[in-house]
Nanobody, 124 residues
């Protein structure tokens, strides 16, 4: 069982930046596809970005050009750097892991392990 612990959320002004981190337990971190989803109040959980074993990445349209996902396999950690934040980025952000090394799916059903989430609030 993989345990995921997010950190780095908080309150930021419009145009600001935050870096989320997700520390994973286990010795096989490098074999997982890692991802970030988010859920705003009253909305469904939505895909933000993922990164596969070979460091290939995918982004939601809302994240392209502003967010960067990366991973450090030596530290069992995945990051989400968020720049130029907007009020509509306000949500709980969840770290997730797929047991498949090459998951391209943007559906939450494709992911096997989830963190507890970290709140990101962008104020105008």
């Amino acid at each position: 069982q993989v345990q995921l612990v997010e950190s780095g959320g908080g309150l930021v002004q419009v145009g600001g930046s935050l870096r989320l981190s997700c520390a994973a337990s286990g010795r096989t971190f490098s074999t997982y596809t890692m991802g970030w989803f988010r859920q705003a109040p009253g909305k469904e959980r939505e895909f933000v970005a993922n990164i596969r074993k070979n460091a290939d990445t995918s982004y939601a349209d809302a994240a392209k050009g502003r967010f960067t996902i990366s991973r450090d396999n030596a530290k069992n950690t995945v990051y989400l750097l968020m720049n130029s934040l907007k009020p509509e980025d306000t949500a709980v952000y969840y770290c997730t892991a797929s047991n498949s090394a090459f998951t391209y799916s943007r559906s939450s059903n494709a992911y096997d392990h989830w963190g507890q989430g970290t709140q990101v609030t962008v104020s105008s």
